[in-house]
């Protein structure tokens, strides 16, 4: 048996609960997100991630105004998706007893918090080269990095969509439906868990209509707002855009 500190480490690690280290990334999970959206709103930068075209260039030049604030807020919901991972592996391992079925929801929250991490990472790099870049240029030079800033916010909105659908409508409803079954933790949390999923859906289902009824003429559409939660409405863009409704940059 080891001795001294090496020894201590041994115990520690030994004694120390995976359910433990679940309960403190979860809270460190909330405390970045609450932390990463007040820098961000504070910073004038109402979205992580920007929307094509013409809000996409106001969002370049709301970053390039924000300063450091902005970037404090987009790594602190970086962190927010690791602490998020290993929140869910911790979870498992208190509601495995639920099913087989229930290795499946670690693995597809590790897969989709990463693809939102990733679609949160495009627009950070965005601000560090490409916005600098986009003022710095002239009339041609800024109208192909404003494609090529179209490019980045396509990929992270479809990145962070893909991994919002895991997470959202397929991880929290199985964690839900697991502590309901187990009765592991209260009960409400389970519920509130099925409602989240629900809303999800729902939100999607409603944008789609909208968007329909808006191409035919007959009212503007919406652009997509998250529920969120991993982040945060500033995951996918709760900005609205400019040309349909006047955008709101308050969080």
Not at 37 to 65: K, N, Q, Y
Not at 129 to 137: K, R, S
Not at 190 to 207: C, I, K, M, Y
């Amino acid at each position: 048996m080891p001795s001294g500190y090496c020894g201590a480490r041994v115990r520690v690690m030994r004694t120390l609960k995976l359910s433990t280290v679940a309960a403190v990334c979860a809270l460190g999970t909330v405390v970045c997100f609450v932390a990463g959206a007040v820098a961000m709103g504070s910073s004038g930068v109402g979205v992580l991630i920007p929307e094509t075209g013409r809000p996409g260039r106001d969002w370049i030049a709301a970053v390039e105004g924000a300063g450091g604030l902005f970037f404090v807020g987009a790594w602190l919901v970086i962190l927010m998706g690791f602490l998020g991972i290993v929140a869910l592996v911790g979870f498992y391992d208190t509601l495995r007893p639920a099913g087989p079925v229930m290795i499946l929801a670690p693995i597809l929250g590790a897969v989709g918090l990463t693809l939102v991490t990733i679609s949160h990472l495009i627009p950070i790099a965005m601000g560090y080269e490409l916005v600098p870049a986009y003022l710095a240029a002239g009339p041609a030079g800024q109208a192909t990095l404003a494609a090529t800033a179209d490019t980045f916010a396509a990929i992270a909105l479809v990145t962070n969509a893909a991994g919002n659908f895991l997470g959202f409508g397929l991880v929290v409803p199985l964690y839900a439906v697991a502590i309901l079954t187990t009765r592991a933790l209260p009960r409400w949390i389970g519920w509130l868990g099925l409602l989240v999923g629900d809303l999800e859906h729902l939100q999607h289902r409603l944008h789609r209509l909208l968007r329909v009824h808006a191409e035919h003429g007959h009212c503007p559409a919406p652009a997509p707002l998250t529920t969120r939660r991993s982040n945060p409405g500033i995951s996918t863009s709760t900005e609205l855009t400019k040309g349909r409704i006047d955008p709101l940059r308050d969080s």
